[in-house]
């Protein structure tokens, strides 16, 4: 334990009524049907990704093509949107199950796969789900440079615009509020918006992020290029005016924070956020716990479902009164205090500075007392951690990193320590880095790569739809060895 406290502490993706989990009927359709089904998907897909290249069907609108962008599968009907990701997770574990037999390990299952595969859960909320939402600043469809909406088309393709954010059903109405206000903020402002860094200007995105309570943080970008303080004061000034007495005032924010930045994006650390107006932070309940979230904090962007979501991460590591839990890439500690009652002890790693306050703090206004905090780069805090693991308590391991997946010195260190027994990895995009991840924790045992400890095996996955409308999904995938 004393080594644990004294590592220096270093740093480092419509309400639905009740139903059962979705999957697939056990009987397949008649062929002529099924046919037909294929066909129409196949071209209502091929609309879709038109429509992300910046083309759409013929006569859609701009707004349109923004939801076929943003949320590809909001034409289909919600039972088929889940169809259409499950059987994206079947090609994944069969994708998985394919390469770890190129590397000598055979896991196939019935279907190809890796391991069984639960039917997906369905999100409790389809429409205006999100908890946090980013607006970008540039040329709408009509030419004007202070649009704030999201993007459409490709830097490829040379065809960029930016197009608000009104018919994109998986965005809250308050959001788009936000985001209808700051434009018209910023169409007052004698300021131009920063749409390429080398050639001036100053306004930026948008970030709108809210609780199941209605509160409501802002946080606006400002690239300060030449301007001294005092112009940076006044602009803050005029900011913060608009939104607590003048048009943006119908918002009703809780918090409005400030960001200046020189970068296409920007820790605390690297520039703080400066708070202007309001409270510090938001707060949202989950699974009887109350979390506080800070501006860059990662939080789950569906509440409902992460819910869901972490309950079942409980069953499957089944944890007793005598198991430590490592939370790995932990952000603001949500699953870890979650199941730190049915724990020993909860040892999370975040890279996040602020969200590693936040973990403690949460950890503190709930009376758990049985969770540590670390706050570092995961590929420095944990080999150190693992490297000298003595403690005889059952290690259970639970990893939630970015689309980026984890770096390679974590996944070795997992491998390595003999007590991790089972590994819950969440990941929302598996078939990306992630994949390599899997293949790493599952192949033989490598002494080139430093991979002597005993393989792991995949043996179970289940989808959670946490992203309604668009391809996306949450897939938990539980490894044992």
Not at 27 to 42: L, V
Not at 123 to 132: F, T, V
Not at 175 to 187: D, I
Not at 330 to 354: D, M, N, P, W
Request: proline share 7%.
């Amino acid at each position: 334990m004393a080594l644990r406290r004294g590592l220096g502490l270093m740093h480092r993706c419509v309400r639905r009524p009740a139903s059962p989990s979705w999957a697939p009927p056990s009987s397949p359709p008649q062929r002529d049907r099924g046919t037909a089904t294929e066909k129409s998907r196949a071209t209502r897909t091929e609309e879709k990704r038109k429509a992300r290249g910046g083309c759409a069907p013929a006569g859609s609108s701009w707004e349109e093509r923004l939801a076929d962008a943003a949320t590809p599968l909001w034409r289909l009907p919600y039972e088929e949107q889940l169809q259409v990701k499950y059987e994206s997770q079947k090609k994944t574990l069969r994708t998985l199950a394919s390469r770890l037999e190129e590397a000598g390990v055979d896991v196939q299952k019935p279907g190809g796969l890796c391991c069984p595969l639960r039917p997906i859960v369905p999100s409790p909320i389809i429409n205006g789900y999100r908890n946090k939402s980013s607006f970008s600043v540039n040329r709408g469809p009509d030419g004007n440079p202070k649009t704030v909406g999201l993007y459409v088309g490709t830097g490829r393709a040379r065809n960029i615009v930016c197009v608000k954010a009104d018919h994109v059903e998986n965005i809250p109405t308050k959001h788009k509020q936000v985001a209808q206000c700051y434009e018209e903020f910023l169409r007052r402002s004698p300021l131009e918006p920063c749409i390429l860094f080398h050639r001036g200007g100053h306004w930026r995105e948008l970030v709108v992020r809210t609780n199941s309570r209605g509160h409501t943080m802002a946080i606006v970008t400002f690239h300060p290029q030449q301007l001294g303080q005092e112009a940076l004061a006044a602009q803050k000034a005029l900011l913060k005016e608009f939104f607590t007495c003048g048009p943006g005032a119908v918002c009703s924010l809780t918090s409005l924070y400030f960001q200046e930045s020189t970068m296409t994006r920007c820790s605390h650390e690297q520039s703080p956020y400066q708070l202007l107006y309001g409270e510090p932070h938001i707060f949202e309940e989950l699974l009887g716990l109350k979390f506080r979230i800070s501006p860059d904090a990662f939080f789950q962007v569906n509440t409902r479902g992460a819910e869901a979501l972490y309950q079942e991460v409980g069953k499957l590591s089944q944890a007793a009164g005598d198991t430590v839990l490592l939370d790995v890439c932990c952000g603001t500690g949500t699953i870890g205090l979650s199941l730190a009652r049915q724990v020993s002890e909860v040892i999370g790693i975040e890279i996040v500075e602020k969200a590693v306050e936040d973990a403690r703090w949460n950890a503190t206004f709930n009376g758990i007392s049985n969770c540590e905090f670390h706050s570092g780069k995961a590929e420095m805090v944990l080999p150190q951690l693992l490297s000298s693991w003595k403690d005889d308590r059952p290690l259970v391991a639970v990893v939630n990193p970015s689309r980026a997946g984890l770096h390679y010195r974590v996944v070795r260190a997992i491998r390595n320590c003999k007590a991790i027994r089972r590994l819950l990895y969440v990941s929302c995009k598996p078939e990306g880095e992630a994949m390599r991840n899997f293949l790493e924790l599952c192949c033989p045992p490598d002494p080139r790569k430093k991979l002597a400890g005993e393989p792991f095996a995949p043996a179970l996955a289940i989808p959670f739809d946490m992203f309604p409308h668009t391809v996306h999904c949450e897939l938990v995938l539980l490894f044992t060895r």
